[in-house]
């Protein structure tokens, strides 16, 4: 649950909050802290030591570090603290338009949008360029601020030193290192004016980082723990209610459902009516604002998600396969399985007699996202994956949502095949199957409007015999 809300940020944004943000935060650290406390250390000491050798070099040598280490570095925040902020936004907004963009290759340029895309990612690379100027600009005068007040001051304690000796009061080698550590002494303050136009940059970056730090889980801490792995698989919902945002309508909005043991149950309904997030309540992914979840009598939600993960288990929409072979992808679920292990659970999900043609079997690369495997292919090795973990309920969200009709049907066969024996619950849009399961459910706008075998609602009338006879 701690690494849930990094699911509420784009992709992009995210890689640039966890890496860019992060360096530049310790660069607050390393860079921000360190050099002032050396500066005030080690340049106090200097004029002290001056003051011994001329007492009039040391208050000018003071002055001098006073404006370059002081004045100049805060002169360069104040400039810097709005390009800083809009600097590491433009970053986030690179990233992300990179990745979109990488990611959503075959569909741009399937649907002609890959050169608005590339205007996209060329308009925030620009943005970003510009705020880089702009801190190249700041840098410059801060490093040329400096140099200024520090040939000032060196000459200054020339002239003073040069008087002094004429004077009788201070010798040559005196002077020579009255003037020589003036001169040394604005090393001390020289990385200070970068620091400090930087500072706007790395406090908006901290804040970003933060922001997804301090984002609130939405699954809140458990309260018990030992959840019966092996007890009763009847799912009963009751008065399900859960929206995103206190503003937000309800995504469910009193749902009451039963997936009895061993039993398969359907819920159907058009798109963005809660399918998807009565399945994130399932898994644990979201607590629900209302109701309760239960399993076998007890409510799932005072206990650990991955106490309940170890029950509940599925196939999400979109899988995720990691660029890997089939073995590491199954053994995901379960890193101890032997292979007989997992050929029985290729088998199950129908998957076996295409991994056994291919030449190096197991240990085949699947490609990154799983692009040497057609779509079928992944759906069944997400359901293998799943069956490996032995759960006692499945949950297959969207199984065919962007498989063709005939890939579809095979898909859905095989699925309802393999989840005999399990309390399973099909969320779908497509009634494709649907003939086969125990009970349906019709969600629409959060509500279940209706509820019935695949026969009864065909003769009922209503939105699944209207969509059905289309």
Known sequence: AATEPFGRFRTGDLVSRLVNDTEATLDLLVRGLTPPLVSVVTGGATVLF??????????????????????????????????????????????????????????????????????????????????????????????????????????????????????????????????????????????????????????????????VVDTPAA???????????????????????VRYGPDEPWALAGVDLEIPAGATVAVIGPSGAGKSTLASVLLRFRDPDGGRVELGGTDVTAYPADEVRAVVSGVPQDPHVFASTLRENLRLARPGAEDDELWAALRRARLADEVAAMPEGLDTPVGTHGLGLSGGMVQRLALARALLADPRVLVLDEPTAHLDPDTRDAVVDDLLAAAEGYSTLLITHDLTGLERVDRIYVVREGRVIQSGTYAELSREQGWFRNVSTR
Do not use: C
């Open 50 to 211: 001056l003051t011994t050798v001329y007492a009039p070099g040391g208050p000018l040598l003071a002055a001098g570090l006073l404006l370059a280490g002081l004045a100049v570095p805060l002169a360069a925040a104040a400039l810097g603290r709005g390009p800083g902020r809009r600097q590491a936004k433009a970053r986030g907004e690179l990233s992300t338009a990179l990745v979109d963009t990488l990611h959503g290759a075959p569909d741009l340029v399937a649907y002609g949008a890959m050169d608005r895309q590339v205007e996209r990612v060329n308009a925030a690379d620009e943005e970003l360029t510009r705020m880089a100027r702009r801190d190249a600009a700041i840098l410059g005068f801060g490093a040329g601020a400096t140099a200024l007040i520090t040939g000032l001051t060196v000459w200054a304690a020339l002239l003073l030193g040069v008087a002094a000796v004429e004077g009788g009061t201070l010798d040559a080698v005196s002077l020579a290192v009255l003037v020589l550590t003036t001169m040394a002494a604005f090393e001390i303050v020289a990385p200070l004016p970068a620091v400090a136009a930087r500072l706007g940059a790395i406090r908006a970056s901290g804040a970003r980082l933060f922001r």
């Open 219 to 241: 699954v809140a801490p458990p309260t018990r723990t030992g959840l019966e792995p092996e007890g009763d698989p009847t799912v009963r919902i009751r008065d399900l209610r």
